[in-house]
């Protein structure tokens, strides 16, 4: 399988903006479930939004509910992340990860033991 591979991180002050992109050929199957993660140092892995391809409906972790939009571009292959009212505690590397069925995205929350392909990350520094 191709790993998903993610882009478009970067520096920003806080209150600003960014769009993560995450090229992931596991677009191309129906129903399956796609997410991001971000991780600080010292921190657990975090799931902050997901969503099964095909569908309208996502999920968003409550820190960055309002706040960060998933959406997919199918014909693509490529996923998104925006990113809007960025603030400090944002700052952690984030992944795009890939389960083999679309289950994961239904949970209360995300579980990073349930998606099997990962991108190498992408950091995102917010500063005060």
């Known amino acids: 399988q191709v790993q998903p591979v993610e882009s478009g991180g970067g520096s920003v002050q806080a209150g600003g903006s960014l769009r993560l992109s995450c090229a992931a050929s596991?677009?191309?199957?129906?129903?399956?479930?796609l997410g991001w993660f971000r991780q600080a140092p010292g921190k657990e892995r975090e799931g902050v939004a997901g969503?099964?391809?095909?569908?309208?409906?996502?999920y968003y972790a409550d820190t960055v509910k309002g706040r960060f939009t998933i959406s997919q571009d199918i014909a693509k292959n490529t996923l998104y992340l925006q990113m809007n009212s960025l603030k400090p505690e944002d700052t952690a590397m984030y992944y795009c990860?890939?389960?083999?069925?679309?289950?994961?995205?239904?949970?209360?929350?995300?579980?990073?033991?349930?998606?099997?392909?990962w991108g190498q990350g992408t950091q995102v520094t917010v500063s005060s």
């Open positions: 990860a890939a389960a083999r069925w679309g289950g994961p995205c239904y949970r209360a929350r995300l579980y990073s033991e349930e998606f099997d392909a």
């Open positions: 596991r677009l191309r199957y129906s129903r399956d479930c």
């Open positions: 969503i099964t391809t095909g569908s309208t409906i996502p």
